[in-house]
């Protein structure tokens, strides 16, 4: 019979039943063989804490009584055994010193005696216990013994397997770098949470990872991503925390309150982006935050959607903080993604083309550059300006594309002009910051312009104050001065719109300063615009750099401006944009006529050597 028994439980543990269901089932046939007795089976933690695993004749809270007592040598005949290690006869439970604890009204009714033997393991250590109640005060008869230690071998396999399956479990849904849960685990937790719940997911991505991977090493890079998970761990204790894998990170909240997010999204601000030592070098952890609330009739997929939209707004626009998902945001990004869908197209299309703003002396009003501006023209043959499509330049890839077709563009225009005989001087190209990510600047710029016979000399690069002074790592600061190193002139764009900060200046210098459009528009008597115009006016004339008033709109702007020293200005009180093919007679008509000899005499040299090159390129073909 003990055999039948054996079989059967054997079989259960083999075909992977749960660890519940085979206790229970082992505890039943052991009271069928043994219709005087009623079968327990506890178990003991890594703390050396009992818990009850299966108890079917038992009362629950008889079961109950027993969960997180931590086991020693007077704790009732379980932990006794689990204490002592042998197993443990107990004749008389109301009399006995080690129930002392426990009150005789909270034992079942009928239950006089115990004896329980301790479930050890492969290894030694004690996995549980294995128990008979009997009704009346006594023993266990030697055959309760024997069917007793037939099963307690049953036990331990059915235990030592289930651990087993647990350890893989947690293998299988834990990071193997930071410890904590994995993008398995994550997608198991989301999927249980109700769409009409009270939750929120907050989505966190590691900045410039690869920075630090390609500047000291993936050996610093995996400390970094550690010491990440390290911190954000430990100011979320109250919340499940996850890596989902490379820079991300997920936390699931138990609230749908924005000012409950807002804190959390602060408590992890503050605790990572902090100076951390990876690999020996000084790293200055930051993390930037989007999260989404749980809402009704919002699937959790759309959650999670709207989570990463929430992140990737954060990324663009408020890098190092946080973003709350809201319609807003989804709109804006659906205009961005329209946008660059339209510029993309454009771009394959052939149909984005460079417009040119002329930049005029204030005192004679004669043009002496033009800054170059993109147009894309629809398929209908309409012109839309840049600023309905300017969003598309926030996608690195469209933005280099654009970019590398407008000084493709203006390289053939101004070489096409120089031939003609047309004075002109320089030319704007704006960069964005895509663009400065880029290994290939200076090297596409220069070979543009060597190709059409244009000296760089005409090339003013414009950088908006955002860009230029974005990068903590000083990356972009690198690379400007990098391009004036290649004889390229820098001019900062939309000055005192950005992080100003004048000691960059000072760092990393640059030839020209655009005073932005929205200081001019405030250069009214007694408005404060006027002294921060004057300011900056006074500072570029003290550091030898050249001034470029943007959006004048007013003859009496353009005369403060140049009473007040500014000499260059541009503005539709002077010229809007105009086509390639209406500038050259605007150049000829209005551009500035006394340049310098020697800039003319470069020029024609540049050209005349261009036609050689060109010429000699045939005669080799």
């Known amino acids: 019979m003990l055999i039948g028994l054996q079989n059967l439980i054997l079989k259960m543990i083999a075909q992977g039943d749960s660890l519940d269901e085979t206790l229970i089932r082992l505890c039943l046939e052991v009271e069928r063989l043994l219709p005087s007795a009623y079968a327990s089976i506890l178990t003991v933690d890594d703390s050396d804490c009992l818990h009850p695993a299966a108890a079917p004749s038992l009362p629950a809270t008889f079961a109950a009584a027993f969960d997180g007592l931590k086991i020693g040598p007077a704790v009732g005949a379980c932990g006794s055994a689990a204490f002592l290690q042998k197993a443990v006869a107990v004749l008389d439970i109301e009399h006995d010193p080690r129930w002392v604890s426990f009150p005789s009204s909270d034992l079942p009714m009928g239950v006089r005696a115990c004896f329980s033997t301790p479930i050890s393991g492969s290894k030694g250590r004690v996995l549980g216990t294995f128990a008979l109640y009997f009704p009346e005060c006594r023993g266990p008869t030697p055959l309760e013994q024997s069917i007793v230690e037939g099963c307690i071998p049953l036990a331990m396999i059915a ?25 398995a685990k994550f997608n198991e937790v989301l999927s249980t949470l109700h769409e009409d719940g009270v939750w929120s997911l907050v989505l966190i991505d590691l900045d410039d990872l690869k920075t630090v991977n390609d500047t000291f090493g993936h050996t610093a890079g995996d400390e970094a991503i550690f010491m990440t ?9 109250s919340h499940q925390a996850f890596r989902l894998g490379g820079d991300e990170y997920a936390v699931l909240v138990d609230t749908t309150d924005p ?5 959390v999204a602060n408590d992890i601000l503050s605790q990572v982006n902090q100076p951390a030592t990876c690999d020996g070098h000084l790293v200055f952890l930051t993390v930037t935050i989007g999260m989404a609330q749980c809402a009704r009739g919002v699937s959790t997929s759309q959650v999670r959607r709207n989570a990463d939209i929430a992140l990737y707004h954060a990324k663009e626009t408020r890098r190092g903080g946080h973003v709350i998902f809201d319609a807003t945001i989804a709109s804006a990004m659906s205009r961005r993604s329209k946008a660059i869908e339209l510029v993309a197209a454009a771009l394959k299309d052939n149909r984005i083309e460079a417009w040119y703003q002329p930049i005029v002396r204030l005192d004679t ?5 033009v800054e170059a501006l993109a147009r894309l023209r629809s398929p209908d043959g309409t012109i839309i300006p840049a600023a309905q499509f300017h969003e598309a330049t926030t996608d690195f890839r469209v933005a280099s594309a654009l970019t590398r077709q407008m000084i493709r563009q203006v390289a053939a225009d101004v070489g096409q002009w120089l031939r003609q005989g047309i004075p002109f001087q320089h030319v704007g190209i704006n960069l964005s910051a895509a663009d400065l990510a880029c290994s290939d600047l200076p090297d596409s710029l220069l070979e ?30 690198k690379r400007i001065a990098s391009l004036r190193d290649a004889g390229l002139k820098i001019a900062l764009d939309d000055f005192g719109t950005g992080f100003a900060s004048l000691t960059h200046l000072l760092t990393v210098p640059v030839d020209v300063i655009k005073i932005d459009k929205s200081f001019v528009d405030r250069l009214g008597p007694g408005d404060v615009g006027r002294l921060v115009v004057e300011g900056l006016l006074h500072i570029a004339q003290g550091l030898g750099v050249k001034v470029v008033a943007e959006g004048i709109e007013t003859k009496e702007q353009a005369e403060f401006l140049l009473t007040q020293g500014c000499r260059l200005g541009q ?4 010229f809007k944009a105009v086509s390639p093919e209406a500038m050259p007679q605007l150049l000829m008509s209005r551009g500035q006529k006394d340049l310098k000899m020697d800039d003319l005499r470069a020029t024609l040299q540049s050209l005349r050597d261009s036609e050689v090159n060109v010429e ?6």
């Open 159 to 183: 235990l030592e397997r289930n651990d087993r399956v647990l350890e893989r479990q947690r293998l299988a849904f834990t990071d193997v770098l930071t410890g904590l849960p994995n993008r």
């Open 229 to 237: 998970a390290s911190r954000l761990a430990a100011a979320t204790a």
């Open 259 to 263: 000012l409950t997010l807002e804190l």
């Open 365 to 369: 009003e004669e043009i002496v550059g």
């Open 448 to 477: 543009a312009f060597e190709s059409e016979g244009v000296s760089p000399s005409h090339a003013i690069l414009e950088v908006t104050e955002s860009v230029y002074l974005g990068g903590r790592d000083q990356k972009v600061q």
């Open 571 to 574: 503005g539709y009180h002077f």
């Open 616 to 621: 000699g390129k045939k005669r080799s073909v």
